[in-house]
């Protein structure tokens, strides 16, 4: 009884402890921090809204691209405004943005020197307590404790996993730590207190970069970085090893040894009235890049599907078969202002196989892609691949790259094609 | 004086014919030329000009109307009891209207309408009476050129013999009841498979069943058999149009000709059956024939375009491929290789590209 009371004291007094210094980070911070508004020129009211804090005496605030992501499409629709902590207003202009991290740095008129947050030199140590900062749902500006728990695992552009609650409206507040350095910025939520950051070191870079020259066109500037990170993903799925896996132990698929590019499995074996028996593996990449509420890029999914047919005529197992394949969708979201329609072809190939030489695969072939208005160079595909040299078994292939050049996408497919075979 | 008589007597003959009940034709004067005896043909038509009755009049005075003291007896509550008569002197027909209370109007071939009193008949000449129509022909009226039986005669006689008839249907449920089994994703019996065959034969059987009553109720013969057997050899025949479309589709590659071509046969075969169709049910010239089933099949082809075409969204975010595939036994072409296969959709960039600066 007396360890429960001492551990009941011995938590109270953490949290008070915790809540002291809540209250003292939060008083001195707050005059730097702001509410980010996205206003719509044609009806005055606010569009979306977000949270931002001041990173230099000159007026720069840091916020999540994703906050300012309709002006970055349309500037001429919407402007930007800052609400401090005093309730004034005014206009900002979004000077450079790093589309991957989902940052943005947007410039206030200073009169004089004003406070603002340090970025820290240091990355948090696993378990440290941590301080977010923002305004969630509109309800005014609230700081909520928590835990750095490292990076995430496995992912392809790092994110820190915060253990505390981010809601939206936070988005684009700084998580300090106890000395009110900025580590991290809020970014997203998995809900359940588990909440992601975008790590310090890259607002460092953004804003040293900025510093350094300041970007001419914001379009460019996210086509460029676009285009060197799927450059960066692209290189890393194409150097790495593509190892052999068995499927239902008739067929062979590759799977891609880098640690992002993640598998899930499932079949249809415990349904006993199923007329085909099907096996599917599912490899893909977590995380996509935000580009507007309806067009996200940078993802990548690969679909293996294995089918036999069981007491089934050939022709029937192929009608169904045909039916299972004539619907294979696209893997990111995408509207009519973003890209084109898909353009598509087929055939009928035989690749020489990577994995089993003796077992080659005959597919019926389909490639489409779509190309980005505006970034150009870029492209989503999609491939798919039907066997259809077997009576009774088929075997499917699919892929799908989002805001990929059209080198990469050639390169990855046919390196796929080969790699699929026959056991 | 002998030759007079001699006339005289013929003309009695046959005025005897003509009209039995005609007194005892009075010797006419030695001067006078012999009466030449008119004779006419008058047929009752519809509005739309098919006949209803023919009367054939070897006399010189026709009258028409409504009472029965007519020669031609009209039913037709606008027509006066002693409405017009017909008159044939001189070598012409001369029309008299006796004050009827609506009036006679004449139509000549060039469908110039005029008022019909005292004017005189020609060949072909259209007589409106009240809401009836009289066609008047003399009997050096042409007739057409004999229509030779065609060879489809020979055909449709093979194809309306009821055991083809019944082969063709039962051809058609079962390849119904096939497509039905092979499109149905879970375990399925028999019976209920040739439930669902055999109503949509029925359904089938609707066309060559509204074509057939669409012919009887414009006189002509039904010849329903022939219409059943004709219909449903060429509905097997787009099913095996299908087949091959298919097959080709799944062994050709994106862009190939043959695929384009294939598509037109089953446009030409809708248009052949429209055409047999109006062959073995109407007789209609030929030139209206393949006017009227190119009509429906135009109608049918470009409606269902027109339909699909205004369902298509503005933007489709999905990608259109044919994904034709067919179980091996069906794979003739030979096939490509990845290198090949990379070429070509390459230009498909290009064409993306193209499609993105568009709008």
């Given amino acids: 009884m007396k360890i429960f009371f001492t551990l009941v004291f011995i938590l109270l007094s953490h949290t008070t402890f915790a809540t002291e210094q809540a209250e003292e980070i939060f008083a001195q911070l707050t005059p730097s921090l702001y509410q980010i508004k996205l206003i719509d020129k044609a009806s005055g009211e606010k569009s979306s809204i977000g949270s931002g804090f001041q990173i230099s005496k000159e007026g720069?605030?840091?916020?999540?691209?994703?906050?300012?992501?309709?002006?970055?499409?349309?500037?001429?629709?919407?402007?930007?405004?800052?609400?401090?902590?005093?309730?004034?207003?005014?206009?900002?202009?979004?000077?450079?943005?790093?589309?991957?991290?989902?940052?943005?740095?947007?410039?206030?008129?200073?009169?004089g020197d004003m406070p603002y947050f340090k970025l820290s030199d240091t990355k948090p140590i696993k378990g440290e307590k941590l301080f977010a900062l923002g305004n969630p749902h509109d309800l005014g500006m609230i700081v909520v404790p928590g835990t750095y728990n490292g990076l995430k695992k496995e992912s392809f552009n790092e994110r820190i996993h915060f253990t505390g609650s981010i809601n939206s409206g936070m988005s684009g507040g700084p998580v300090v730590n106890k000395s009110e350095q900025v580590v991290g910025i809020n970014v997203a939520t998995s809900g359940n207190q588990i909440g992601f950051?975008?790590?310090?070191?890259?607002?460092?870079?953004?804003?040293?970069?900025?510093?350094?020259?300041?970007?001419?066109?914001?379009?460019?500037?996210?086509?460029?970085?676009?285009?060197?990170?799927?450059?960066?993903?692209?290189?890393?799925?194409?150097?790495?090893?593509?190892?052999?896996?068995?499927?239902?132990?008739?067929?062979?698929?590759?799977?891609?040894?880098?640690?992002?590019?993640?598998?899930?499995?499932?079949?249809?074996?415990?349904?006993?009235?199923?007329?085909?028996?099907?096996?599917?593996?599912?490899?893909?990449?977590?995380?996509?890049?935000?580009?507007?509420?309806?067009?996200?890029?940078?993802?990548?999914?690969?679909e293996f599907r294995y089918m036999q047919a069981k007491n089934l005529s050939d022709n029937k197992f192929y009608h169904l078969y045909q039916k299972q394949i004539a619907r294979a969708g696209t893997g990111n979201r995408a509207g009519k202002d973003d890209v084109s329609e898909y353009q598509c072809n087929h055939d009928l190939i035989t690749p020489v196989s990577t994995a089993n030489t003796s077992k080659t695969i005959t597919n019926k072939s389909v490639f489409c892609t779509r190309a980005y208005k505006d970034f150009p160079g870029l492209f989503d595909v999609l491939y798919l691949g039907a066997s259809v040299d077997k009576n009774q078994q088929a075997l499917v292939s699919h892929f799908t790259l989002a805001g990929v050049s059209q080198e990469n996408a050639m390169a990855f497919t046919g390196k796929f094609m080969e790699a699929v075979s026959w056991k | 004086m002998e030759v007079a008589m001699k006339v005289n007597t013929e003309?009695?003959?046959?005025?005897?014919?003509?009209?039995?009940?005609?007194?005892?034709?009075?010797?006419?004067?030695?001067?006078?030329?012999?009466?030449?005896?008119?004779?006419?043909?008058?047929?009752?038509?519809?509005?739309?000009?098919?006949?209803?009755?023919?009367?054939?009049?070897?006399?010189?005075?026709?009258?028409?109307?409504?009472?029965?003291?007519?020669?031609?007896?009209?039913?037709?509550?606008?027509i006066c009891p002693q409405h017009l008569s017909l008159n044939y002197s001189q070598d012409v027909w001369c029309i008299n209207d006796n004050n009827s209370v609506n009036g006679t109007s004449l139509e000549n071939k060039e469908c110039k309408k005029q008022d019909g009193n005292q004017q005189v008949l020609n060949d072909g000449d259209v007589i409106v009476l009240g809401k009836s129509q009289l066609r008047i022909l003399f009997k050096s009226h042409s007739v057409v050129d004999t229509i030779a039986f065609s060879p489809f005669e020979s055909l449709i006689d093979l194809i309306r013999h009821p055991v083809a008839v019944l082969t063709s249907i039962a051809l058609f449920i079962l390849i119904t009841a096939n497509i039905a089994y092979l499109n149905q994703p879970t375990e399925i019996n028999i019976s209920q498979l040739f439930v669902s065959a055999f109503s949509m034969s029925l359904l089938f059987a609707l066309w060559p069943a509204a074509v057939a009553l669409v012919s009887h109720l414009t006189k002509h013969d039904p010849r329903i058999l022939a219409q059943l057997g004709i219909s449903f050899t060429f509905f097997i025949l787009m099913w095996l149009s299908d087949l091959l479309e298919e097959i080709i589709a799944f062994n050709s590659a994106s862009n190939s000709v043959l695929g384009l071509i294939?598509?037109?046969?089953?446009?030409?075969?809708?248009?052949?059956?429209?055409?047999?169709?109006?062959?073995?049910?109407?007789?209609?010239?030929?030139?209206?024939?393949?006017?009227?089933?190119?009509?429906?099949?135009?109608?049918?082809?470009?409606?269902?375009?027109?339909?699909?075409?205004?369902?298509?969204?503005?933007?489709?975010?999905?990608?259109?491929?044919?994904?034709?595939?067919?179980?091996?036994?069906?794979?003739?072409?030979?096939?490509?290789?990845?290198?090949?296969?990379?070429?070509?959709?390459?230009?498909?960039?290009?064409?993306a590209n193209k499609a993105a600066q568009q709008d």
């Fill in chain 1, 60 to 111: 720069i605030i840091a916020t999540n691209y994703h906050v300012i992501s309709s002006y970055a499409r349309h500037p001429e629709k919407y402007r930007i405004e800052y609400l401090d902590h005093q309730g004034n207003t005014a206009e900002v202009d979004l000077v450079s943005v790093d589309v991957i991290n989902d940052l943005a740095l947007v410039k206030r008129q200073v009169n």
């Fill in chain 1, 197 to 302: 950051l975008v790590p310090h070191e890259k607002l460092v870079k953004l804003f040293y970069d900025y510093n350094k020259e300041a970007p001419e066109d914001i379009k460019q500037q996210m086509a460029a970085q676009l285009f060197s990170n799927q450059n960066k993903l692209m290189k890393a799925l194409l150097t790495n090893t593509w190892q052999s896996k068995e499927l239902a132990g008739k067929a062979m698929f590759p799977v891609i040894k880098v640690p992002f590019i993640r598998c899930w499995g499932d079949s249809n074996a415990d349904k006993k009235d199923a007329l085909i028996l099907a096996a599917i593996a599912n490899c893909s990449l977590d995380e996509n890049t935000y580009l507007s509420s309806h067009f996200f890029t940078g993802s990548v999914e690969i």
């Fill in chain 2, 11 to 78: 003309a009695m003959k046959d005025a005897q014919v003509g009209n039995t009940e005609t007194e005892p034709a009075i010797p006419v004067s030695s001067d006078d030329l012999p009466i030449e005896q008119g004779e006419i043909i008058i047929e009752e038509i519809t509005r739309n000009h098919k006949l209803l009755h023919r009367h054939r009049l070897k006399q010189n005075n026709i009258t028409i109307g409504r009472n029965y003291q007519n020669d031609i007896i009209l039913t037709d509550p606008h």
């Fill in chain 2, 262 to 351: 294939i598509a037109l046969v089953p446009i030409s075969l809708a248009f052949s059956l429209f055409w047999l169709n109006s062959y073995i049910g109407f007789h209609v010239s030929s030139k209206r024939r393949i006017v009227v089933a190119l009509s429906i099949t135009i109608l049918l082809f470009g409606g269902s375009y027109l339909l699909q075409y205004s369902k298509k969204p503005e933007f489709n975010p999905h990608p259109q491929y044919s994904a034709t595939i067919m179980a091996p036994s069906y794979l003739i072409a030979p096939s490509n290789s990845v290198d090949s296969f990379i070429e070509q959709s390459n230009a498909l960039f290009e064409q």
